[in-house]
């Protein structure tokens, strides 16, 4: 092989492996967002954000209601919500219209809180859900998940409440 098809070569594997990087990066790694100082609305349309909440451990999940994984993964989570994270909030956050926030929390109604977001997801740089955070009583982020959290299983669910503390 002459050195120019080397280089050709080098050059295109080079820029292969960059395009991996970027799209595993836009689709598994979580965004860096300002959680607690975002601007979200509840079913009414009154803007808030989570600084009010500061104090007490959360658990925010970036969801929409057509989607599978975060359904299922909501569903994990209410059963062990009262129990095994007593004393965790449970923060569900949608980029859908106030109507299908309001359909979704009544058609399963969990005790969670509900808020939307007056943008597409893909403007916070969130292109795949779930995304979960975990914010402890400090109002800091401690973990953070781009894809469903096995809730069954007990191994993490101690993880997550040592996180939270």
Known sequence: MNSGKRVVLFLITVAVGL???FLYKKYNVAPDLPIMKMDLYDETGQKTNLQSKKGKPMIVSYYASWCGDCRKEMKELNTIKD????????????????????SFKNKHAYSYTYYRINK???EIEIYSIPVTYFINSKGEMVYNKVGAIRWK??????YAKKQLQ
Not at 153 to 158: C, G, N
């Open 153 to 158: 299983d007990l191994s993490f669910v101690q």
């Open 19 to 21: 395009a991996g990087l």
């Open 83 to 102: 129990t095994a994270l007593a004393g965790v909030e449970i923060i569900c956050i949608t980029d859908e219209s106030s109507e299908e926030l309001i």
């Open 120 to 122: 597409r997801f893909s």
